[in-house]
């Protein structure tokens, strides 16, 4: 089971840390993704860290601006968003595969568990 919590209304330039709480499987050996989903539109790859050394990816609208990362003792990832643009705003799911393949990290079906999502609306 994942659990996202940190959402919520900020304004251009500001910051959100979200957070990915996970219980019920072996958080270690998972890869964590964050997904986002906009009004009419699909949902997308946002951030990606590997369970096997760490190495972690990022789609290209969001490079530089946001950080992911994993805390194995805690059983938690977080998804540290800066530099929030109104286009950032959306739903932002997290997401657990225990054999993500990362060329694919994109895709949905790489995942076995999700989060319920948390809303993040960043005002210009």
């Known amino acids: 089971q994942l659990q996202a919590s940190g959402g919520g209304l900020v304004q251009a330039g500001g910051s959100l840390r979200l957070s990915c709480a996970a219980s019920?499987?072996?958080?270690?050996?998972?890869?964590i993704g964050w997904f986002r989903q906009a009004p009419g539109k699909e949902r997308e790859g946002v951030s990606c860290?590997?369970?096997?050394?760490?190495?972690?990816y990022y789609a290209d609208s969001v490079k530089g601006r946001f950080t992911i990362s994993k805390d194995n003792a805690k059983n938690t990832a977080y998804l540290q968003m800066s530099s929030l643009k109104p286009e950032d705003t959306a739903v932002y799911y997290c997401a657990a595969g225990q054999y993500v393949l990362l060329d694919l990290w994109v895709l949905r079906e790489e995942y076995d568990y999700w989060g319920q999502g948390t809303q993040v609306t960043v005002s210009s």
């Open positions: 860290i590997s369970s096997s050394d760490g190495s972690t």
């Open positions: 019920g499987f072996t958080f270690d050996d998972y890869t």
